[in-house]
């Protein structure tokens, strides 16, 4: 079983568990991965209420997520050693967002990160030519991690869930046709009227992270009436999502935080 395994782009870092020869590449320490596995704070605005005790009870949002961790580079010659060095220090480094994979017990999880700002990656030979030892800091926007995808439907009413511990963002797709649009109606109610005609062959793809709408791939401005997005929670019951014409089909990642 895997004990941990970070793949982004030609990064391939793994965790050596005691006892196992290592053979050359990348290795995180096992007390130097941090942030993962950790939630991450909250952010509010704080009103104080005047004339009176406590403050406004305001939403509270997440913040991003922020991952530092360090380890070992080991190689069978000093040539070896400066390509790990070259693409550990490159990785990133152009300042583009880049999907991080985490490998661990069975379990595989990703999310989007860039380099942290004001963080320097480091990547110092020891002295042997063979061995080095590295960090970084990778910065999350989303401090959101992404699993399995569940797709339910095609169905004019399907039940949506995922198996993850935080609400869940979806995609909708909607197939068949008709003329005058279409409505979907989630939970309490909440409805995404779409007034783009529904096409058969052209299927529509609604993005409940963003509120676009997606006609045969391409994006198209002013097609939604009303956009009142909503979350797929954690677990069961699941989700009860319907749609008045055609063919709906809820896509939904396990969300963790």
Same mark, same amino acid.
């Given at each position: 079983?895997?004990?941990?395994?970070?793949?982004?782009?030609?990064?391939?870092?793994?965790?050596?568990?005691?006892?196992?020869?290592?053979?050359?590449? =990348?290795?995180? %320490?096992?007390?130097? #991965?941090? /942030? !993962?596995?950790?939630?991450?704070?909250?952010? $509010?605005?704080?009103?104080? @209420?005047?004339?009176?005790?406590?403050?406004?009870?305001?939403?509270?949002? =997440?913040?991003? %997520?922020?991952?530092? #961790?360090? /380890? !070992?580079?080991?190689?069978?010659?000093?040539? $070896?050693?400066?390509?790990? @060095?070259?693409?550990?220090?490159?990785?990133?480094?152009?300042?583009a967002k880049f999907r991080v994979t985490v490998i661990r017990n069975g379990r595989e999880l990703w999310?989007?990160?860039?380099?942290?700002?004001?963080?320097?990656?480091?990547?110092?030979?020891?002295?042997?030519?063979?061995?080095?030892?590295?960090?970084?800091?990778?910065?999350?926007?989303?401090?959101?991690?992404?699993?399995?995808?569940?797709?339910?439907?095609?169905?004019?009413?399907?039940?949506?869930?995922?198996?993850?511990?935080?609400?869940?963002?979806?995609?909708?797709?909607?197939?068949?046709?008709?003329?005058?649009?279409?409505?979907?109606?989630?939970?309490?109610?909440?409805?995404?009227?779409?007034?783009?005609?529904?096409?058969?062959?052209?299927?529509?793809?609604?993005?409940?992270?963003?509120?676009?709408?997606?006609?045969?791939?391409?994006?198209?401005?002013?097609?939604?009436?009303?956009?009142?997005?909503?979350?797929?929670?954690?677990?069961?019951?699941?989700?009860?999502?319907?749609?008045?014409?055609?063919?709906?089909?809820?896509?939904?990642?396990?969300?963790?935080?």
């Amino acid at each position: 079983m895997t004990l941990l395994r970070l793949l982004s782009n030609e990064l391939d870092i793994r965790q050596s568990p005691q006892g196992e020869s290592r053979v050359e590449g =990348l290795y995180v %320490r096992r007390d130097a #991965f941090d /942030g !993962w596995d950790d939630g991450v704070a909250m952010r $509010s605005d704080t009103v104080a @209420r005047p004339q009176a005790h406590g403050d406004f009870d305001m939403p509270g949002f =997440l913040a991003g %997520r922020l991952m530092p #961790f360090s /380890g !070992w580079a080991i190689a069978e010659r000093p040539a $070896s050693l400066e390509m790990l @060095r070259d693409r550990f220090i490159g990785h990133g480094a152009d300042g583009a967002k880049f999907r991080v994979t985490v490998i661990r017990n069975g379990r595989e999880l990703w999310a989007d990160a860039r380099l942290a700002a004001g963080q320097v990656p480091t990547f110092k030979d020891v002295g042997t030519g063979r061995r080095a030892a590295w960090k970084t800091a990778w910065w999350f926007p989303d401090p959101r991690k992404y699993g399995h995808l569940h797709t339910f439907g095609p169905a004019a009413t399907v039940q949506a869930f995922h198996e993850g511990n935080f609400p869940a963002l979806s995609e909708l797709v909607v197939t068949g046709s008709a003329a005058g649009g279409y409505t979907i109606t989630g939970p309490g109610g909440r409805e995404i009227v779409i007034s783009r005609p529904l096409v058969s062959g052209t299927p529509h793809r609604f993005e409940m992270r963003t509120g676009r709408l997606y006609v045969g791939g391409s994006r198209v401005i002013g097609g939604v009436a009303r956009a009142e997005l909503f979350t797929i929670p954690s677990g069961l019951p699941a989700t009860e999502i319907s749609v008045s014409a055609g063919l709906l089909t809820v896509e939904v990642h396990d969300t963790y935080i």
